[in-house]
Every structure is written in structure tokens, then in C-alpha cells.
């Protein structure tokens, strides 16, 4: 018999990258939707919107019992963003799940104090904006009584890949023009220059990485940071993408300082980015392997062929 998957979200991009990685790897796999997108080939949908959440626990419970599944073998929730969202999760998944998946963020960390690299563990955490909320969401998950559902945490640093736009600092973050500008010889204004150190994880990556989670109840209540293999200055992403398209990279620098006094909610991503990834070596989970040019190339053909 199949491990059967159950994705909150599904049509997005991480969503979206770990159905088709399931599907392929002989999972079955339900997502839940708003039923507003177009969902990948070979998943079962359950139209619900997670906002109201007495009809979206009971639209679960029916395409569970339509299905003959008495628990999901994985829940991975890939949008929660809010306390509500934690809390829908542990209320509706802890008697309906053996693994609930959380995907959370790098930027729960107060950018000011971060160590290089940064493991799990930290005093200073972001108290509100995005990160702020997803930290809160880990917060929840580490109070709430879970039954016999066990959870683990995911926090993924710039996520790439086929299914999404490219770019990964301001201004051209996830830029839809990106290789417009860069074929017709336009300077790209980069923060600081670009050197700024990341570690960009392929979606692909991210997706293999959960659902290596599953049957493994030993990874109860962890939280794991998520990062590709290769450690590179953000405009070194950049001009990989030029060399893959032909062109030279031109880089106009925006001063830090002036672009945070206007944009101070950028703060996350104007800072060193890199991760100690031994955690996961050490619970011998499929730690992220493709090499950032490879799996650039591979979004570059995505968007070239769109």
C-alpha cells in the first residue's frame, strides 16, 4: 500500500513542487484547494478554504472517509503563515494524522543577530512581520497537545526553482523581468552590491526533504534549518544566471543604509544567510544536493519555455 500525502496548498509553488515530486516517487496524494488554480497531474482535491475552518475540517473528514484512509501518513502544510493557521493544524491533524510537516522560514531570525553559520537555536528571533508570524506558528506547535500526531519544522532560506520566478535580493527578488533586463544589457541595482552570502535551496530539494520525513516519529517536535549545498554572494546568483543566458552581469550598488531607512521590512534579506546543516546529516535525512547553477539552469529552461 502507498504512503498517502495531504498538502495544504498544492497549486503553489513548494505545494505545487512537492505533489509532482510524491506523485512521481508513487505516493498517493490529496491537496487542499480553493479550487481557483490548476493542481498537478495525479492528485486527489479537496476543495475547502482553510479561513473556515469548521467546514475545512469537515470537508477533510469526508474525503478521508470517501477514501477508506483512517490517518494521512504526511500532512505538510506549505502556507501557513499565522498562529490561527498552527492552531487549525494541530486541531484538525492530531487525530487525522501520523506526521504533519510545517514549512516556516529563515527569516524567524532577528537579521541584527545571527551567528555564520546559523544552527536551530537562537535568543533573538523576529517578534512580528512575516518572520515573526511563522516563529509564533513554531511557538504554537511546541505548546499545543498533539496526541498521537508528531511534528516537525522546516525552515527553508531562498527557495528556487522551476514554478517560480527568479531573483533573490532587492530589488529584482523574484523579478518577472529578470531575464528580459539581463539580455538587453540593463544594470541590475543590487543592495549592498550583492554581497550579501546565501544558500538558495531547489524546491525540488525542499519537497524530497519532507518526504523523507515520513514514518520517521524520531524527528518529533524538531525544527531543522533548510539550505542547498552551495554558500555564494547574492549577485554570484545573479551573474550564474547571466552566464547561463550568455550576457554579462552589470550591477549598479543601492546603499544599504538608504534602502533600509525606506524599506526597513526588508531587513531579513540584507544579511548573511547561511546555515548549519548538520542536524539534518545527523538525523540522516536527505540533506539538499543540487549545486545552485544546475538547478538554475533548470528554472532558467522553465521560464525561457513559458
Known amino acids: 500500500m502507498n504512503d498517502n500525502l495531504l498538502i495544504i496548498g498544492g497549486s503553489g509553488f513548494v505545494s505545487g513542487t512537492m505533489a509532482r515530486r510524491a506523485v512521481a516517487a508513487g505516493w498517493d496524494v490529496w491537496v487542499v484547494t480553493r479550487g481557483q488554480r490548476t493542481l498537478p497531474a495525479g492528485v486527489h482535491a479537496i476543495v475547502a478554504d482553510r479561513k473556515q475552518t469548521g467546514a475545512f475540517a469537515a470537508q477533510i473528514s469526508a474525503a478521508m472517509k470517501g477514501a477508506g484512509i483512517e490517518r494521512f501518513d504526511l500532512v505538510a502544510d506549505c502556507i501557513g503563515y499565522d498562529v490561527d493557521d498552527a492552531l487549525q493544524d494541530v486541531a484538525v491533524f492530531r487525530d487525522r494524522a501520523r506526521q504533519l510537516v510545517f514549512v516556516s522560514t529563515d527569516f524567524v531570525f ?120 552551495d554558500v555564494v554572494e547574492s549577485v554570484a546568483y ?25 524599506n526597513p521590512a526588508s531587513a531579513s534579506f540584507l544579511c548573511h544567510r547561511i546555515y548549519d546543516l548538520g542536524n539534518l546529516q545527523q538525523a540522516a535525512l536527505p540533506v539538499p544536493a543540487t549545486p545552485l547553477r544546475t538547478g538554475l539552469a533548470q528554472q532558467v529552461a522553465a521560464l525561457d519555455a513559458q
Open 110 to 229: 532577528d537579521p541584527v543577530h545571527r551567528h555564520f553559520p546559523q544552527g536551530e537555536t537562537s535568543a533573538h528571533y523576529l517578534p512580528d512581520g512575516y518572520g515573526g508570524n511563522k516563529r509564533l506558528c513554531e511557538m504554537e506547535l511546541l505548546r499545543s497537545a498533539c496526541g498521537d500526531m508528531s511534528w516537525t519544522v522546516v525552515r527553508p532560506c531562498h527557495i528556487y526553482g522551476p514554478g517560480s520566478l527568479l531573483g533573490c535580493l532587492p530589488t529584482h527578488g523574484r523579478d518577472k523581468q529578470l531575464l528580459k533586463r539581463l539580455r538587453a544589457g540593463e544594470a541590475l541595482r543590487l543592495v549592498g552590491g550583492g554581497h550579501f552570502l546565501q544558500q538558495p535551496i531547489l524546491a525540488q530539494d525542499l519537497a524530497d526533504l519532507m518526504l523523507g520525513m515520513v514514518h520517521r516519529t524520531d524527528l518529533h517536535q524538531r525544527i531543522f534549518q533548510a539550505a542547498g549545498p
Open 238 to 262: 545573479y551573474r550564474i544566471i547571466a552566464d547561463i543566458v550568455g550576457v554579462e552581469l552589470g550591477v549598479e550598488e543601492l546603499p544599504v543604509g538608504e534602502f533600509l531607512a525606506q
